[in-house]
């Protein structure tokens, strides 16, 4: 009988110990991080509560490892989806059309380059740190085999031949098509435009998928103390004597495709040489600086 009772005392006690993890032990993983568009990277933290795990060390140190990895995985899904692709989509938007699933989704992340997880001074959180290249997401989102032509003109103006476009767009413009104002913002994708509303430049026009097809930078990029005036990163893309050109307005539902004059879009398209720098990505947009990054927390 005492032995009966030992047992069933044994018993009751793993299944309050079992019921008690099972509704408790939620392990609370936190991120923070940052999506930065002049450097074309989403960099994240990621750190797990060991003891909301019901982990203690060091037996539980590979255990902790794997629940921070799978909490990464789950929670930057979500910032990489709201990314914005260009004026009118985000990276959730072309999932909810299909055009990409959610495996897409999971493989971007699986992608991320990452740092060894290690201990806080505290020894009850441990944490780790991933890198989601932003080129790499743009470049699984091209499509075309062979890029489409850039537009032509019938009456061509006489033009240098320059090595790279710079846009400077650091300023709230006219919205097109509406009576108000507003700040450019980057996307994956973003189109030009002339202020005849010809389309100029956008993403079926490049012609290689290693690259992304324009890079963002901030206004001190451009005026450098040097021969060219650019950073040394800025002129790998623009070359020494790159067309600079100031933004008309923005078009779109995001302020993200630029106008810009006729007369400066003829620059361009009057030359095979200039319009090859469109095909080339050879394109740089100048905005603010609050545009340029934007952090996010859980």
């Keep these: 009988m005492c032995r009966y009772w030992s047992m069933n005392r044994f018993v009751t006690v793993l299944l309050v110990v079992f019921i008690t993890q099972g509704v408790f032990a939620h392990p609370q993983v936190s991120i923070s991080g940052a999506v ?8 994240a933290e990621v750190m797990l509560d060991m003891a909301s795990a019901g982990l203690r060390l060091p037996a539980g140190r590979n255990q902790g490892e794997a629940l921070l990895l799978d909490g990464f995985r789950d929670i930057i899904k979500h910032h990489i989806l709201d990314l914005r692709v260009d004026s009118s989509s985000t990276v959730g938007d072309l999932v909810n059309r299909g055009e990409l699933t959610l495996s897409d989704i999971e493989t971007l992340a699986f992608g991320a380059n990452s ?36 537009i032509r003109t019938l009456s061509p103006v006489t033009t240098p031949r320059f090595t790279g476009i710079i846009i400077i767009a650091t300023e709230s413009l006219p919205v097109h098509g509406m009576r108000g104002t507003a700040l450019p913002v980057p996307s994956l994708f973003p189109r030009i435009w002339d202020s005849e509303m010809n389309l100029i430049y956008e993403r079926s026009m490049v012609e290689t998928r290693n690259a992304p097809i324009v890079r963002y930078a901030p206004m001190q990029d451009i005026l450098q103390n040097t021969p060219s005036g650019l950073t040394p990163e800025l002129q790998q893309i623009v070359g020494d004597r790159p067309l600079r050109i100031f933004a008309q307005g923005v078009f779109g539902i995001a302020p993200t495709d630029l106008i810009i004059d006729r007369n400066d879009a003829l620059l361009i398209i009057s030359s095979d040489e200039n319009r090859r720098l469109l095909t080339q990505g050879r394109v740089a947009i100048i905005l603010d600086e609050s545009v340029l990054r934007y952090e996010f927390g859980r």
């Design 36 to 43: 930065e568009w002049d450097t074309l990277r989403l960099n």
């Design 115 to 150: 740092l060894p997880p290690a201990m806080r001074p505290d020894l009850r959180h441990i944490f780790s740190s991933h890198e989601i290249s932003l080129s790499t997401i743009s470049n699984s989102l091209l499509q075309h085999h062979f890029p489409t032509p850039v």
